[in-house]
Every structure is written in structure tokens, then in C-alpha cells.
């Protein structure tokens, strides 16, 4: 037998990772459960209601992009075929979305443009592009989303947190930031920010984002992650500031405002220099032709239309939520902004005390008696006692409200308490879910 021995011939650093874990890995969706816990847009993909997909047996003279007034057009025939690796007309309808002038008088063009499988391609591109493998690093600011660690620890890429400031706002501590950029000893190339931030749902300052892309001596990039930024006031993104700053990368997604998860399209606005790079480093076919076809559909004048209207029904939900849930019993503060698809908000103890053990306890509850399925983020810096609740629609709201009232009864009138190490254990368990 040959003398194979894995752990001398992989990498030590992937060794070492934790096994990743997503909002699936828990609860799954059995047809009654209720998920509130993965941020997705529970009024679905903008496509219409009585649209089916076009006969697989006529022959089809498309090439998988194309739209009709019934809904996206994809080419079944066409699948023996590789995909468009360039996917101009794809980029040229999130140029258009994108470019509002509320921030710069330049139009974005496909020039600009990366797109890729969801913004978890981009981020890890962005690491391999810039980083050197076991001597760079990354600046991220906690509490943030999980993928920026776990992609780092994969290409072996270091890590500067540099935590937000407290809650309620969560802004970014751009003192501190810079600091750690005027350090040459961190080796700093990038700097992921999340606006809205998940899991905090709050839009970061533009000038903050400003004063970290005009710093005097740091030579590296800025990545703004606006995955909800559709959820966020009009003319929010900072997509349009990648015709001004060289050094600003913005990504984006169709998985959260267009409620297209299953697609996984994802893209990247940057100067044509940093988008030439990463469209350099891609797999030459890795847009699917049905994704970008129905992409193409999400981003034309119908598609558009249903998704304005799905959103003004979630942030209709939303303001039902910030108005109802301080009125159950043992709910607590908002320790977080109202800009994205989701509210953070506390969990208090018999005491009226913010409490991870009782936030853990009715996370649990919620999903294994109710069927309902939030996310636990209270070991998240600031979150102290906090669950993660996605908009859901009128029916999963009013149903979630009902069970989580019940639940907190339950909870803060049950008898004591884990021991603590077996309670810790629990509560970190919870909390690693990434997305």
C-alpha cells in the first residue's frame, strides 16, 4: 500500500478548520416549519405566479439570457451547451439598477463588473487575489457575517478584528481601523465591511466608509458587503463610488432583496483594474445558463416591479414587528438598526435582565415545539442575549409572535438552568452557524 498519510499531505490550516456550518444544518425545512433564520425573502424570486417554464420540446433559437412577458426563458435545449463567460447583458441591467448618481456624476458599465457564484465567490477571489497565503491579513469588524473568517482561514490569511461600537448604532470604529491600517506589522490588504451589517441590520455612515478608502499610507482595498442593501433606503448603495475610488470593491447579491437564494448570482462592483482581476482568476463557465437567465428576468422591468412590491410587504412586517414584539413580555431592546430583512432584539431573563441562556433556551423551544426556526446570535460581540428574526410574511409574523409570547412564558417561569459549562457549550453550538 502506498504510504499515504493525509494529515502530513493536506494543509495544515484546512486540517485545523472547524466544519462549516449554515442555518440548514439545524432545522430543516419539513413543509411545517416556519424559517426565520437565514435572512431569505420569504415572498420569493420575482418571478410571476402562473409562469411555467416553456415547452422542453420545441425547439428553442435562445441562448438561456433571454426574457418573455410570461416570465424568464430558458433554453432547455440548449443545456448541452457551456454557458456565456461574459455575460455582458447580465452586467449591463446591475449597471443600470446601480447607477443613481446620488453619489457620483460617472455610470458604472460592465467594465466594472464581476459576477459570481452568490458573494461568497467574490469573497473568497478577493482573498486569493490579495493576499499572501501566511503572512497577510484581513480586517474584519465584529459582529459581522461568518464567510470572511472561514474564507480567510482557508486561503491561510490572518485575521485583525477590530470590534463595531455598541449598539444600538454598531457604526464602524474607524479610529481603531485606521490604527490597525497604520500598522505595516498587521499586513493588512483588506478591510470587509457589512452595510447593512448582518447580523446588526445597520447601514454604516458613508464618511466612515470614506475616511478608511482615504487613508494617507495603507496600500489595500475596502470590500463592502451589501448583501440587504434592497432593503435599505433608495439610493443607499455605494455601488456607483466604484467609477471614483480605485481601492473600493462593493459586493452584492440577488439572494436577499430579490429573493433568489437558489441561484447563488452574486456580483461585484469595482474599478475595471480589480473586476479584470477577478474575472481573470474565474472558472471560465461559472454562471449557469438557467441562473443567468433568470437573473436577467429578476433585473428587467417586470422582475423589478414584483420585487419593489415584495419589498414594501416586508418592511410593512417590519414595522408590525418593531411596534408588537416590545409588547410580549420578556422581549428587550432593539440592539440593532432597521434597514435590512431581519431585527435583532434582546431576550430577558425572569429579572428583565438581557440573558443568553434564556435566548438559547427559547431559540430552541421556538424551533423543536413550535415550528418555528429564528437564529441565536447572543455570543456575538454586542449581542448579549439577542435572536435574529428574518421579516417573515403576515402569516409567519402573526404566527411567530403567537409562539414566541407562549415560548418566553415557558421559559422565564421554567425552573434554572443548565450548568454552566454544559450552558456555554450549548450557546456557542448555537451562535457558529455562519449564515
Not at 434597514?339 to 435582565?353: H, I, P, T, V
Amino acid at each position: 500500500m502506498a504510504p499515504f498519510n493525509l494529515e502530513s499531505c493536506a494543509r495544515p490550516n484546512i486540517l485545523a478548520l472547524e466544519p462549516y456550518r449554515c442555518a440548514r444544518d439545524d432545522y430543516k425545512d419539513d413543509g411545517s416549519n416556519i424559517l426565520l433564520d437565514a435572512n431569505e425573502n420569504a415572498f420569493g424570486p420575482p418571478i410571476p405566479g402562473n409562469y411555467l417554464p416553456r415547452d422542453a420540446t420545441t425547439n428553442g433559437t435562445t441562448n438561456g439570457t433571454g426574457t418573455s412577458a410570461g416570465g424568464p426563458q430558458i433554453d432547455f435545449l440548449s443545456l448541452h451547451r457551456y454557458p456565456d463567460p461574459h455575460q455582458l447583458e447580465l452586467k449591463q441591467l446591475l449597471c443600470n439598477l446601480r447607477t443613481t448618481h446620488a453619489h457620483t456624476t460617472k455610470t458604472l458599465t460592465p467594465d466594472n463588473l464581476f459576477v459570481g457564484v452568490g458573494s461568497d465567490e467574490a469573497i473568497d477571489a478577493l482573498l486569493r487575489c490579495f493576499c499572501v497565503p501566511g503572512r497577510d491579513r484581513i480586517v474584519v469588524c465584529p459582529p459581522t457575517y461568518g464567510m470572511y473568517s472561514v474564507s480567510a482561514h482557508v486561503n491561510d490569511v490572518g485575521l485583525v478584528k477590530v470590534p463595531l461600537l455598541s449598539a444600538p448604532t454598531f457604526a464602524v470604529d474607524t479610529d481603531a481601523v485606521c490604527a490597525a491600517l497604520s500598522d505595516d506589522s498587521n499586513h493588512v490588504k483588506l478591510v470587509y465591511l457589512c452595510s447593512p451589517g448582518n447580523p446588526t441590520g445597520a447601514l454604516l455612515a458613508k464618511e466612515d466608509v470614506q475616511r478608511i478608502l482615504e487613508h494617507p499610507t495603507w496600500n489595500g482595498v475596502v470590500v463592502l458587503d451589501e448583501a440587504y442593501i434592497d432593503f435599505a433606503p433608495d439610493e443607499a448603495s455605494l455601488a456607483e463610488w466604484a467609477t471614483e475610488w480605485p481601492n473600493l470593491v462593493v459586493m452584492q447579491t440577488l439572494s436577499k432583496g430579490f429573493g433568489m437564494a437558489g441561484i447563488r448570482l452574486g456580483a461585484v462592483f469595482a474599478s475595471p483594474a480589480i473586476a479584470g482581476l477577478l474575472n481573470n482568476m474565474k472558472a471560465p463557465y461559472n454562471i449557469p445558463s438557467p441562473t443567468s437567465a433568470l437573473a436577467t428576468y429578476a433585473l428587467s422591468a417586470n422582475g423589478l416591479a414584483i420585487t419593489r412590491g415584495n419589498k414594501a410587504r416586508i418592511l410593512d412586517q417590519r414595522d408590525r414587528l418593531l411596534v408588537e414584539l416590545p409588547r410580549i413580555p420578556g422581549v428587550g431592546r432593539l440592539r440593532g438598526g432597521v434597514c435590512s430583512n431581519f431585527l435583532l432584539f434582546e431576550m430577558l431573563d425572569a429579572q428583565g435582565r438581557p440573558d443568553n441562556a434564556t435566548a438559547l433556551a427559547v431559540y430552541e423551544r421556538l424551533a423543536e415545539t413550535k415550528g418555528v426556526v429564528v437564529r441565536f446570535r447572543g455570543k456575538e460581540h454586542g449581542c448579549l442575549g439577542c435572536l435574529r428574526i428574518t421579516i417573515g410574511t403576515k402569516e409567519e409574523v402573526t404566527r411567530f409572535l403567537e409562539a414566541l409570547e407562549l415560548t418566553l412564558a415557558e421559559v422565564r417561569g421554567a425552573a434554572a438552568a443548565l450548568p454552566a459549562e454544559e450552558e456555554e457549550k450549548k450557546e456557542t453550538i448555537a451562535n457558529s452557524v455562519v449564515a
